[in-house]
């Protein structure tokens, strides 16, 4: 498949393969520089709970879920 590089250096990937392998906005790679002109892109693995506190808060129930401040176990 054919991309092009943007002027900000932004290359977008093709829907189909956001598609086939769940690519989602925000989600972080790491590009390898293999030889000239010849590069890999490899998708950082996400944090176990990563988009929890979203996915809590968009549940449908009214208050269901309400974010606390978090306290320091420095005391402990």
């Given amino acids: 498949m054919k991309t092009t590089v943007s002027s900000k250096g932004q290359i977008v990937l093709p829907a189909e393969i956001r598609q086939q392998d769940r690519i989602e906005a925000g989600?972080?790679?790491?590009?390898?520089?293999?030889?000239?002109?010849?590069?890999?892109?490899?998708?950082?693995p996400a944090h176990a709970n990563e988009g929890l506190?979203?996915?809590?808060?968009?549940?449908?129930?009214?208050?269901?879920?309400?974010?606390?401040?978090?306290?320091?176990?420095?005391?402990?």
Avoid at 56 to 75: H, I
């Fill in 27 to 44: 989600q972080q790679f790491d590009v390898e520089r293999i030889d000239r002109g010849e590069y890999r892109l490899i998708r950082r």
């Fill in 53 to 76: 506190v979203d996915w809590l808060l968009a549940c449908p129930e009214k208050d269901f879920f309400v974010p606390v401040e978090s306290e320091s176990t420095d005391s402990l």
